[in-house]
């Protein structure tokens, strides 16, 4: 079993925010490691002010960590803010989509989907895996 890393933003000794780092088991080249950024959430009052881009930096330096080439965000195909955020971060899109899920709520329109986006962390930032190489 996979276990996951949790990573808590705080300002002032308050939580404000949190998300989770996992690596992925299948791996698609022999050469190419993923991890899963997930769970991200930053309290409203502190949306806007860094805390967002402090998890995915924190995020991408356990993903080092733990030897992974390329970090993985599962986002919402509908949810433009979501996909801005990510790719103002250096996450690009790929065409890998799954549906959409939240444990334990039935979506509401099961043509929901999310899609991978993935954030290469070579040196070289303008190394970036395609499509082909995921599922």
């Known amino acids: 079993m996979v276990r996951a890393a949790r990573l808590l933003a705080e300002r002032d000794g308050e939580a404000v925010g949190i998300a989770s780092v996992r690596p992925l088991e299948e791996r698609p080249l022999d050469d190419e490691t993923y991890a899963e950024f997930f769970g991200m959430w930053v309290d409203p009052a502190h949306r806007g002010g860094g805390v967002g881009a402090a998890l995915v930096r924190a995020g991408a330096d356990q993903a080092r960590h733990e030897r992974c080439t390329h970090l993985a965000y599962w986002v919402g195909t509908d949810n433009g803010p979501a996909v801005a955020f990510a790719s103002a971060y250096g996450f690009r899109p790929t065409d890998s989509r799954r549906p959409m899920t939240v444990r334990g709520v039935t979506p509401s329109d ?10 290469s962390l070579a040196e070289d930032p303008g190394v970036v895996a395609t499509s082909a190489l995921l599922h």
Not at 110 to 119: D, I
């Open 110 to 119: 099961e043509s929901e989907e999310e899609t991978m986006m993935v954030l």
